[in-house]
């Protein structure tokens, strides 16, 4: 009886059976089928986002719109960054990829890594965009990129400008860089944190190869994470650039997808050229990545100059803290020189170069807080001269050695003169690189209107606030004239490059001033019947000499340069011979005005023969901060004929 009542009891407990199993096998596993599924459901929600054309995206794809026809193409050139084959040039298509990649738990890119550890960036990027369960995902273990991002301990981000190094051409314009900030922004915390660089890597090419190269898009460039004391020796000891730090108000979830980023971009190469994809163009894109509304890339669409990169970071609402100022070790020098007691300087020189012994009688007769201040600037100036580009020799090792037991000898503690003062004005305070001219003079009782036009970058007379004392580069300027006697229009000059670096010697370097130019300019010949007129040239010069600072504010320089003239309209088709020129430029503290004094003689002695002698005085007047009048003046003789020449010019930067 019992069993027949359990039988039934079980009849009718089939259909709750039933149920109990569906629900049973619902806690089950998915299906094999399911991971293909979600992988359409996410695809078709970043479609139906339009993901594909959002700003994060693109930034870290790091597409950029082509320059002829429509479309874009990614900067990066390395294949395995791509995860579909169009897509360097297809973002949805990228997107669709990667997505299926993080599906499949095999998907390894550079050293077997996992894909999703491989694209940090992207991964946290669409996990975040899309909802995703990353349950329902591979989950592999990332190991290496968390050590990593440990090791940073990045919570901010500073953009690091180092001013430009005339003695390199391809920094003749700056730098720019990212540190990530760890610990309690400190400067101890400072010097422990990490610097992100993008550079070229020339190999051991330097000259034509080099400039050729650089300009035509040939290096390979790529990220680098090094950290910021050993960005700070190269930059600011090596190379004698001051450094200006411009803290960034990213938020630490910014900073985060900054870092994952970076990670995702070790091993890839971009194309590196000077003037547009160089260091400050791929640090922009970095910020883009962190913070895409910026759109900072979008507004360099032709050439992208470091110091204007700096000036677009700051016009940003709220993107910048507040600034700081690192001397390089040359300028700390230098402003030692001027509060050094007299007679000091020699003494410093001789100490570094070992022809002073630091226990000399006329070290220990100094009282002691200059004799602390000459044993480390003696210190000091060995590390410029000896020690920042090679290892020691024995006999400089105990020089040094012997030079830092005399100081810790002296009873005062840090350093006995004040520091170098901070510029008054930083590099994104200075005025903008292009510039536009309007303006009217005479030349040979010729009376004319000109327009100009200077895409870069600064010369000699231009306001020197935030950019190198003594340094100038003209790139592709191009004047316009309309002679109003004869109604002749002329292109007056076209600079394709002009460069001047004017160094003072002082007494503690001695470094040799140059120059270089090339373009086509204007130059009065004889026209046949005893008069002179203008005649299209090529004109070229390069040359050497010294530089002096008479006084604060002023430079005095002499320059021995070759010159070659080549045109038609010379008898021989070219002048070549030596010239001379000579000058001072001086200005108030408050740099409303600047003049320069000058003179030349120019002697062409192969092809077309003549003596051309020129001097000459040259004004600025700052008008506003991005304003400025300019006038010259000038009397030349040449082909035995003398002739005066004056303008005045109504400037515009922008």
Same mark, same amino acid.
């Given at each position: ?82 995860? $579909? ?11 669709? !990829? ?34 995703? +369960? ?6 592999? &273990? ?41 610990? #309690?922004?400190?400067?101890?915390? #400072? ?23 650089? %300009? ?74 962190? @913070? ?45 020189? @001027? ?24 070290? $220990?007769?100094?009282? $002691? ?7 480390? #600037?003696?210190?000091?100036?060995? @590390? ?10 024995? #006999? ?6 012997? %030079? ?28 903008? &690189? ?34 190198? $004392? ?16 004869? @109604? ?13 670096? /004017?160094?003072?010697? +002082? ?17 009065? /010949? ?29 430079? !005095? ?71 400025? /009048? ?25």
């Amino acid at each position: 009886m019992l069993r027949a009542r359990g039988l039934r009891a079980c009849r009718a407990l089939r259909p709750l059976g039933g149920l109990v199993l569906v629900a049973l096998l619902g806690s089950l596993p998915a299906r094999a089928d399911e991971p293909t599924a979600y992988l359409a459901e996410l695809t078709a929600a970043a479609d139906a986002a339009h993901l594909a054309s959002d700003p994060e995206w693109i930034a870290l794809l790091h597409y950029e719109p082509l320059h002829f026809g429509r479309g874009v193409r990614s900067t990066a050139e390395t294949a395995w960054f791509f995860q $579909a084959p169009t897509g360097r040039t297809d973002p949805q298509a990228e997107l669709r !990829a990667t997505l299926a990649k993080f599906f499949d738990a095999e998907a390894t890119l550079r050293d077997d890594e996992p894909i999703q550890c491989a694209l940090r960036a992207r991964f946290q990027w669409l996990v975040e965009r899309l909802a995703i +369960d990353i349950s329902r995902l591979p989950q592999p &273990s990332c190991d290496a990129y968390d050590e990593w991002r440990t090791a940073l301990d990045a919570r901010a981000a500073t953009l690091i400008f180092p001013e430009a190094y005339m003695n390199n051409p391809s920094s003749l314009f700056g730098h720019t860089l990212l540190r990530l900030d760890a610990g #309690d922004g400190t400067a101890r915390s #400072d010097l422990l944190s990490y610097g992100v660089n993008f550079s070229a890597d020339t190999g051991t090419d330097g000259g034509i190869p080099f400039a050729y190269k650089g %300009i035509l898009g040939y290096y390979p460039g790529r990220f680098s994470v090094d950290p910021y004391y050993d960005i700070l020796s190269r930059y600011g000891d090596t190379e004698a650039r001051d450094i200006w730090e411009y803290p960034l108000t990213l938020t630490r979830a910014e900073v985060d997808l900054l870092i994952a980023h970076l990670w995702e971009l070790r091993g890839v190469d971009f194309s590196y050229y000077f003037f547009d994809e160089n260091c400050s163009y791929q640090i922009l894109a970095l910020l883009d990545v962190a @913070r895409p509304s910026l759109r900072l890339t979008a507004q360099f669409p032709a050439w992208v100059i470091p110091a204007d990169t700096v000036r677009a970071i700051g016009r940003e609402p709220g993107l910048i803290g507040t600034p700081s100022y690192r001397a390089s070790l040359a300028t700390e020098l230098r402003h030692d020189a @001027r509060e050094l007691p007299s007679g000091a300087p020699p003494l410093v020189s001789a100490l570094a170069d070992g022809r002073l012994a630091p226990d000399a009688p006329e070290i $220990a007769a100094l009282a $002691a807080p200059a004799r602390a201040a000459v044993l480390g #600037d003696a210190y000091r100036l060995f @590390r410029v001269r000896y020690a920042n580009t090679r290892a020691l020799d024995p #006999d400089e090792q105990r020089r040094a050695r012997a %030079i830092l037991l005399a100081r810790s000898e002296v009873p005062i503690e840090g350093d006995p003169l004040p520091p170098p003062p901070t510029p008054a004005v930083r590099p994104d305070e200075g005025h903008r &690189s292009d510039r536009a001219a309007l303006g009217t003079g005479v030349r040979n009782g010729q009376y004319y209107v000109e327009a100009a036009i200077r895409p870069a970058y600064h010369d000699l007379l231009d306001p020197l606030g935030g950019y190198t $004392a003594g340094a100038q580069i003209d790139f592709m300027a191009l004047a316009l004239r309309y002679y109003t006697k004869h @109604r002749d229009f002329r292109v007056e000059r076209f600079t394709l490059v002009d460069i001047v670096s /004017l160094t003072p010697w +002082d007494a503690f370097f001695h470094p040799i001033s140059w120059s270089v130019g090339t373009g086509l300019d204007n130059r009065l /010949l004889p026209n046949g019947h005893n008069d002179l007129q203008e005649e299209y040239i090529w004109h070229n010069h390069l040359g050497g000499g010294l530089a002096f600072a008479p006084w604060p504010g002023a430079i !005095a320089y002499g320059l021995a340069e070759a010159v070659v003239d080549w045109s038609p309209a010379l008898n021989d088709n070219f002048a070549v011979g030596p010239e001379a020129r000579a000058g001072l430029f001086a200005g108030p503290h408050d740099d409303r005005w600047r003049a320069e004094l000058y003179g030349s003689v120019t002697g062409f002695v192969i092809g077309d023969q003549s003596q051309w002698y020129r001097g000459g005085l040259d004004l600025r007047l700052t008008l506003a901060p991005q304003m400025d /009048l300019r006038g010259d003046i000038s009397g030349n003789r040449d082909f035995d004929q003398d002739w005066i020449e004056g303008g005045l010019r109504w400037e515009v930067f922008f």
